[in-house]
C-alpha cells in the first residue's frame, strides 16, 4: 500500500476515534465521566498507531506527513460532524483563547513523546494528562473541525476560531519538539534512563585472573 494512502487512512480513522470519543462525552454529560470518555478517545489513538496531527507534530513528522495527517483529521470530523448534526450536542459557534489551544499541543506532545519512549509510568502519565486536558476543556482542532461540520451557519468568525484552535495546538506541539531535541542534543534525554555500559573486559586480563 502507498505510504501517503496509507497515512492518510490511518489519520481518517484517529479523525473518528476523536469524534467517536467527543460523542460520548456530550452525551454522558457528566462532570467527571464525560473527560474520562474522550480521554479514552485519544489514548485509543496513540495505543492503535493511527494519526492525529497533534501527535505528529511533536515527536517530529516530516512537513509532508503532517500536512496529509492534518488533511485526514479534518476531512474525517467535518464529514462526521454534518451527518450527526442532528444526533450531537453542538455549540451555537467556535470560541476558542489561542493559550489554551497552546495549552491542549502540548499536553497531547508531552503525552505523546512519552508514548513514544515507552517508559514504566506511561499509561498512568497518559491518563492524568489527558483527563485533566478534557476537564480544563481545553480545545482540540480535531474537535472545533466536527463541531466546525456540525454547524447550521459557518461564517468567517467559525472559520477563524478553528485556524485559531489549529494554530495553537501546533505551537503547543513544536514547543514539545523543540524542548524535546533540545534535551537531546544537549545529552540530556529526560524521558530515557541513561544506560551505563559495563565492562567486563578487566575479568580477562592478567590482573584480573
Do not use: Q
Amino acid at each position: 500500500m502507498n505510504k501517503n494512502f496509507s497515512t492518510f487512512l490511518l489519520s481518517l480513522l484517529g479523525g473518528l476515534s476523536i469524534v467517536f470519543g467527543i460523542v460520548l462525552a456530550n452525551n454522558i454529560n457528566h462532570e467527571y465521566l464525560s473527560p474520562l470518555m474522550f480521554s479514552l478517545g485519544i489514548v485509543f489513538t496513540i495505543i492503535m498507531g493511527l494519526e492525529l496531527i497533534t501527535r505528529a507534530v511533536p515527536i517530529g513528522k516530516n512537513w509532508k506527513d503532517c500536512v496529509i495527517i492534518g488533511a485526514g483529521n479534518f476531512v474525517a470530523a467535518m464529514l462526521a460532524g454534518f451527518f450527526l448534526r442532528g444526533f450531537g450536542h453542538f455549540p451555537d459557534t467556535i470560541h476558542v483563547n489561542i493559550w489554551s489551544a497552546i495549552g491542549t499541543g502540548i499536553i497531547i506532545g508531552l503525552v505523546s513523546v512519552a508514548n513514544k519512549k515507552k517508559g514504566p509510568y506511561t499509561v498512568p502519565v497518559t491518563f492524568m494528562l489527558m483527563f485533566s486536558f478534557v476537564y480544563l476543556k481545553l480545545p482540540h482542532c480535531v474537535v472545533s473541525a466536527f463541531y466546525l461540520g456540525g454547524l447550521r451557519l459557518v461564517g468567517i468568525k467559525e472559520w477563524l476560531g478553528f485556524l485559531s484552535v489549529l494554530a495553537g495546538n501546533i505551537i503547543g506541539g513544536l514547543i514539545v519538539y523543540c524542548v524535546y531535541r533540545l534535551s537531546e542534543i544537549t545529552g540530556g534525554d529526560a524521558l530515557k534512563e541513561p544506560t551505563v555500559k559495563k565492562d567486563y573486559s578487566w575479568l580477562f586480563s592478567e590482573g584480573g585472573r
